[in-house]
């Protein structure tokens, strides 16, 4: 018998100046999934440099990503 999972994969960038700082990646697992309540978020700083002149910015970056995984996962445990 087939079983199927759903999952979600998002990824964002963080640019100041047409360079990247950092990146962000995001997985949210479906309700039927066994891995749904363990989504996950990572950054990784590309330029520290940049981002350490520009935590703020990239921060808030960072806090719009964190938006954007919240309402996939709002889609995924609706009914």
């Known amino acids: 018998m087939l ?3 759903k999952s ?3 990824s964002g960038r963080s640019m100041i ?3 990247l700082a950092a990146t962000f990646s995001a997985n949210v697992y479906g309700e039927n999934d066994e891995r749904n309540n363990n989504d996950n978020i990572s950054m990784i700083v590309a330029n520290s440099k940049l981002y350490d002149d520009n935590k703020v910015a990239v921060r808030k970056d ?4 964190q938006k954007l995984v919240w309402a996939e996962q709002d889609k995924a445990t609706s009914k």
């Open 3 to 5: 079983q199927s999972n």
């Open 8 to 10: 979600i994969s998002l």
């Open 17 to 19: 100046d047409n360079q």
């Open 62 to 65: 960072l806090q719009d990503f």
